[in-house]
């Protein structure tokens, strides 16, 4: 399976953006799907995911209430709204798949996108 990313950009603080992961190679319903996130100098961090079936979302406490994870299964992509940004949401940002139930609830994934860049500016 591959994982495709975009959408990042410059956006001021307070502004909004949409990252979209394409996923090809096999219907995208069968994996579990997340976004992760990596800022200069630091280590990657989980941002949310989502189940195959669209139903069980999960979000870091960081961005809940701020971010939407959400899949449209037609499209195979999933997308990542992200409103009310913070300077502090600058980094690398990376989908990723994982194709068992277990290793999704663990946080374990074991395709991964290129990455796209967000930059907050203040």
């Known amino acids: 399976v591959q994982l495709q990313a975009s959408g990042g950009g410059l956006v001021q603080a307070g502004g909004s953006l949409r990252l979209s992961c394409v996923v090809s190679?096999?219907?995208?319903?069968?994996?579990?799907m997340g976004w992760f996130r990596q800022a200069a100098g630091k280590e990657r961090e989980f941002v949310a995911s989502i189940s195959g079936s669209g139903i069980n979302s999960y979000y870091a406490d960081t961005v809940k209430g701020r971010f939407t994870i959400s899949r449209a299964f037609a499209e195979n992509t999933i997308y990542l709204q992200m409103n009310s940004l913070r300077t502090e949401d600058t980094a690398v940002y990376y989908c990723a798949a994982a194709g068992l139930m277990s290793k999704f609830q663990r946080r374990q994934f074991d395709y991964w996108g290129q990455g796209t860049q967000v930059t907050v500016s203040s």
């Open positions: 190679g096999r219907t995208s319903s069968t994996y579990h």
